[in-house]
């Protein structure tokens, strides 16, 4: 069974930062690309940022240069450092484990951020 719980989220002012965990059982991890989504309320669900198991990174353009997504495989775990952060960054965020047969989602972590 494929797990994925998140940690880290929590409440900010404009311009501080946080980082997101997200603990990923081993069964998927070693293979899998793994990624951080975010979901407004009302709206869509959009990609944040991804990093495969060999280490290519892809980040949505609104984020490059304040987000970094990095993953430790002796942890299972997968991070995001949020840096400079805007009150439209105010979401849930996902972690997310894609493999060839499935995408596998975590519970979310609420991000708020506002003075």
């Known amino acids: 069974q494929v797990q994925l719980v998140e940690s880290g989220g929590g409440w900010v002012q404009p311009g501080g930062s946080l980082r997101l965990s997200c603990a990923a059982s081993k069964n998927i991890f070693s293979i899998a690309t793994m990624g951080w989504y975010r979901q407004a309320p009302g709206k869509q669900r959009d990609l944040v940022a991804t990093?495969?198991?060999?280490?290519?990174?892809n980040y949505a353009d609104s984020v490059k240069g304040r987000f970094t997504i990095s993953r430790d495989n002796a942890k299972n775990t997968v991070y995001l450092q949020m840096n400079s952060l805007k009150p439209e960054y105010t979401s849930v965020y996902y972690c997310?484990?894609?493999?060839?047969?499935?995408?596998?989602w975590g519970q979310g972590t609420q991000v708020t951020v506002s003075s």
């Open positions: 990093i495969t198991s060999g280490d290519r990174i």
């Open positions: 997310a484990a894609r493999s060839i047969i499935a995408t596998y």
